[in-house]
């Protein structure tokens, strides 16, 4: 009986893993130039944290999430990362030892959805949480940061979108002159956002569906409705984007899928990598109610996440694999014995090592060194051996010389290191 890997859940094989390693430090590099540290949660929460955070009326609630009992706990595997880090703000009470927080994380995701290229059941986010300045100064360098990350990363054709929902003053005004619009057209609508109109209307705004697109397309501006201070925050935004020397649009239809939202949102999307629909690499924004919700203090919050597949697929092709290791070929069990030993210390000096201890034919092992790239082989023989003596392998030159085994280690480790200047 063989097994397979759950439907729209990917192995990431280490001839694979390069892209991400590349990606990965690229990210943390960044972020942490900006002052943020790395907060790690459990997979699992309970699922009450996310029905309260991400809002009832929510695909990721409805449709997506990964829920089960266990001994009468209702747990959910994460959708998404926002809703633990500020339980575990709350729950460490973190504002009460610092003013501002920068946290950020990397981290696999649960959401089941229906797979295609771009959208998983298990994908990994990365992204950033900043607690405890409300001012749109930090909402400006969060987004520039990110498109520092994604410029350094090599992605082309970025498109930053950015738009304010404004506070709760604003929203619950919104919410009435969009319910006046959609009201006498809700027979245009389909059957899932006529099922929301009443609870949350703008849901409907971002549904994906060219039917309720046709109906939100002459829908009222948030952005006319928006009170003074919503209205301050969001001209300041854009001076500071402007200062920032970034381009960006104005988008009315981003409301972003999640409930928290507050004041700015943004997204960066990006037309390399045949995304499609798939284009957005990052969505994110302000939930200046969140922590307060979630039971802790009134504190200010902005946001991020991006998918790390979807980054993958819209980053430039580039040879990520590791240099090739330094290669033993040892011949019979007391010459294994000593190749384990001596790559041993040549590890210990930093240098990539793999003995072959199959027990093989020297012409299987070097062929062997040949797949793997190799460049520089030891072969030790049983009477070598006790000479104190191997030979050394040039593959690239064709070339074998005879060395000492005491002078082994330093000769490898100066012959990788003037290889990795070069
Ligand atoms: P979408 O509109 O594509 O469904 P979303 O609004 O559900 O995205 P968020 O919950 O804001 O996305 O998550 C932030 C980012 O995580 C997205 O912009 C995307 O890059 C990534 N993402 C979301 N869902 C998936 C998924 N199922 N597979 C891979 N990446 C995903
Ligand atoms: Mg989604």
Redesign the pocket.
């Known amino acids: 009986m063989q097994f397979r890997a759950v439907k729209g859940m990917n192995d990431i094989l280490p001839d694979a893993v390069g892209r991400w390693h590349r990606l990965e430090a690229a990210f943390r590099r960044v972020v942490e130039s900006y002052g943020f540290g790395e907060l790690r949660t459990p997979v699992v929460e309970p699922t009450e944290l996310f029905v309260r955070s991400i809002g009832e009326v929510t ?2 609630v409805q449709k ?1 999430m990964y829920s089960f009992e266990h001994h009468k706990d209702r747990l959910t595997l994460r ?2 990362l926002t809703a633990s880090a500020v339980r575990a703000y709350v729950q460490h009470k973190v504002n009460s030892k610092e003013p501002v927080s920068r946290w950020y994380y990397i981290a696999p ?1 649960y ?1 089941a ?1 229906r797979p295609q290229r ?4 298990q ?1 990994y ?1 990365a ?1 950033c949480e900043l607690y405890g300045d409300a001012g749109p100064a930090s909402d400006a360098e969060m987004i520039d940061m990110l498109v520092s990350l994604y410029t350094e990363l090599g992605i082309p054709d970025l498109k930053v979108c950015i738009h304010s929902l404004g506070g709760p003053g604003s929203r619950a005004k919104y919410r009435e002159a969009l319910l006046e619009y959609l009201r006498p057209r809700k027979d245009e609508l389909t059957e899932l956002s006529q099922e929301r109109m009443e609870k949350n209307p703008l849901r409907i705004l ?1 549904s ?1 569906s060219e039917k309720d697109q046709a109906v939100v397309e002459n829908a009222p501006r948030i952005l006319d409705c928006l009170e003074e201070e919503d209205l301050a925050h969001w001209d300041e935004l854009k001076r500071h984007l402007d200062a920032l020397g970034m381009q960006y649009e104005v988008d009315p239809k981003l409301v ?3 409930d928290y939202y507050t004041r700015t949102l943004f ?1 960066i999307k990006s037309d390399a990598g045949n995304l499609g ?2 284009n ?5 924004g302000r939930y200046d109610g969140l922590v307060k919700r979630l039971g802790g203090a009134d504190v200010p919050a902005i946001g ?8 993958l697929l819209a980053m430039p092709e580039t040879d990520d694999t590791p240099s090739p290791p330094c290669f033993f070929a040892p011949l019979g069990e007391a010459a294994i014995s000593a190749a384990l030993v001596h790559a041993k210390q040549l590890r210990l000096a930093g240098v990539r090592t793999e003995v072959d201890s199959r027990g093989n034919s020297l012409k299987s092992m070097l062929r062997r060194a040949n797949g793997l790239g190799v460049r520089h082989c030891v072969v030790i023989g049983e009477s070598e051996l006790e000479e104190g003596r191997a030979q050394l392998k040039d593959l690239a030159k064709s070339e074998t010389v005879e060395v000492k085994l005491s002078a082994l280690v330093a000769r490898l480790q100066s012959l990788m290191t003037s290889e990795d200047e070069a």
């Not at 991020?304 to 980054?311: C, K, Q, S, T, V």
């Open positions: 695909d990721v997506e959708p998404e995701m959401r959805e771009g959208r998983y059941r994908f986010q992204g971002d994906k972003r899928g999640l997204e629909a798939q957005t690499l990052v969505g994110g991020f996440a991006m998918g790390l597949e979807r980054i």
